[in-house]
T-cell receptor
Framework: DGGITQSPKYLFRKEGQNVTLSCEQN?????MYWYRQDPGQGLRLIYY???????QKGDIAEGYSVSREKKESFPLTVTSAQKNPTAFYLC???????????FGQGTRLTVV | LAKTTQPISMDSYEGQEVNITCSHN???????ITWYQQFPSQGPRFIIQ???TKVTNEVASLFIPADRKSSTLSLPRVSLSDTAVYYC?????????????FGGGTRLMVKP
């Protein structure tokens, strides 16, 4: 079955540590996206990538980094520079232009 | 990208028809209108997409007036399971560079 997979589902991090969230898709989609969602809020775009080896900052890229070395994979690193990283993180992929986006099940990151 | 405006929240009762309106005054000629549904702790799910007039699928209907400056998502005979956040997005289906930006959405509460 085709889909988009995020791992892990829950992640705990100590302050000052970097952590990487995984996002893999087997839908052969060109575009991939990372979002952050805080309780009771909408989705805010962190980074997006339209093609391998290229990505652009979204609205809240500070404190985050990404890579797109393979079409299927778009990992997100939450760095120690992110002041308030506790949130629900969602990854999405989409084929071509403004068509249907498919989302993963999310990773809930908690800083302890 | 065209900015969208939706009501923050709506209440309804089981069995009623719910209409959620989205305003997008600066929609461009090539832009399509897309609606997503999100349940708590899950990624959004595509509901429906349209360009003009009316689009209907097994889940919902989308009404778009001639000037396309607004659109209305119609959910027939809602049930408790339709309690969710609904997002309206606008973008060019032929533009691979879309940022795929979500706003705050409309929080629909269906009561028994």
């Amino acid at each position: 079955d085709g889909g988009i997979t995020q791992s892990p589902k829950y992640l705990f991090r100590k302050e000052g540590q970097n952590v990487t969230l995984s996002c893999e898709q087997n839908l052969n989609h060109d575009a991939m996206y990372w979002y952050r969602q805080d309780p009771g809020q909408g989705l805010r775009l962190i980074y997006y990538s339209q093609i391998v080896n290229d990505f652009q900052k979204g609205d809240i890229a500070e404190g985050y980094s990404v890579s797109r070395e393979k079409k299927e994979s778009f990992p997100l690193t939450v760095t120690s520079a992110q002041k308030n990283p506790t949130a629900f993180y969602l990854c999405a992929s989409m084929n071509g232009g403004y068509t249907e986006a498919f989302f993963g099940q999310g990773t809930r990151l908690t800083v302890v | 990208l065209a900015k969208t405006t939706q009501p923050i929240s709506m209440d309804s009762y089981e069995g009623q028809e719910v209409n959620i309106t989205c305003s997008h005054n600066n929609i461009a000629t090539n832009d399509y209108i897309t609606w997503y549904q999100q349940f708590p702790s899950q990624g959004p799910r595509f509901i429906i997409q349209g360009y003009k007039t009316k689009v209907t699928n097994e889940v919902a209907s989308l009404f778009i007036p001639a000037d396309r400056k607004s659109s209305t998502l119609s959910l027939p005979r809602v049930s408790l399971s339709d309690t969710a956040v609904y997002y309206c997005l606008v973008g060019d289906v032929n533009n691979a560079g879309n940022m795929l930006t979500f706003g705050g959405g409309t929080r629909l509460m269906v009561k028994p």
